[in-house]
């Protein structure tokens, strides 16, 4: 198993005018990580919470390869994502509810064109998928097209394909966003017996209760910057509050912009 190292990453965005309406700023250039720098390892959650705009997602692209980070360096052990992309990417399972999947294929077609991507032996992919879909309750719904699927279950199929070659890191951008309970639970269950399964994995969120529920760190993050990094363990010993930390550097911070 293969841990996420992040060593001062930056990623800058050029604004138009009408961004810079939107973002009520007369800057031209946007800094969404600000050399961001944190490790994660083999067999645990790390997470990383901010809120809206604090620059998580960004992140999370640029260490699943979709991005490309304008300083910094990203490996998955000692695979450089900026040198060696496509191996990288192997090893690398991404889940976002921005990605979405083709509302006129099937779950069955979409887990096998993407096993196929991966060059996956056939008698692979089916026990895997057979698993997967069994795992997550998929079966019943594998010939239905995704545009009649549930919001959960289509989750659910995005969980599916991201995991289609069995990744060692296991990266996922707001997991529970918008799902309903049993479904959330479905969810952060699963991520922890992966957890348990010695993978790698780094979750972007901003609810205290899931972090607190999931993680065994986490990185604080706000305008781009890591203000903090926790092991959750410590915290509960210590009788601290997440939400007091995170709220106290918040305050912090919007001092340091008005300063």
Known sequence: ???????????????????????QTHEKVKV?????????????????????GAGKTTALRCISTLMKP???????????????PDEARKHIGFLTSELKLEDFFTPNYLYDYFSNLYAIEPS???????????????????????????????QKVQIAIALVHDPSVIIFDE???????????????????????????IIS??????????????????????????????L???EASLEALFFHLMEESEGETHA
Do not use: W
Request: include cysteine.
């Open 124 to 154: 692979v992919s089916k026990s895997r998928k057979e698993a997967m879909f069994q795992r997550f309750g998929i079966s019943q719904f594998a010939e239905v097209k995704v545009g009649e699927l549930s919001t959960g279950m289509k």
């Open 70 to 84: 304008d300083e910094g360096e990203i490996s998955i052990g000692a695979i450089s994502l900026q040198k060696q």
């Open 32 to 52: 969404a990580v600000n050399q961001l720098s944190f490790q994660a390892n083999p067999g645990e959650i790390y997470g990383l919470l901010g809120p809206n």
């Open 175 to 201: 997991p529970t966003n918008g799902l309903d309970i049993l479904t959330a639970k479905v969810v952060t269950d699963y991520l922890k017996e992966l957890r348990d399964a010695g993978k790698t994995i």
């Open 1 to 23: 198993m293969l841990p996420i190292i992040v060593n001062n990453i930056s990623k800058r965005f050029h604004l138009s005018k009408k961004q810079q309406k939107i973002e």
């Open 205 to 234: 969120t901003h609810i205290f209760s899931l972090v607190e529920r999931l993680c065994d760190r986490v990185g604080i993050i706000i305008h781009g910057t890591l203000k903090a990094e926790e092991i959750l363990s410590d």
């Open 236 to 238: 509960n010993r210590q």
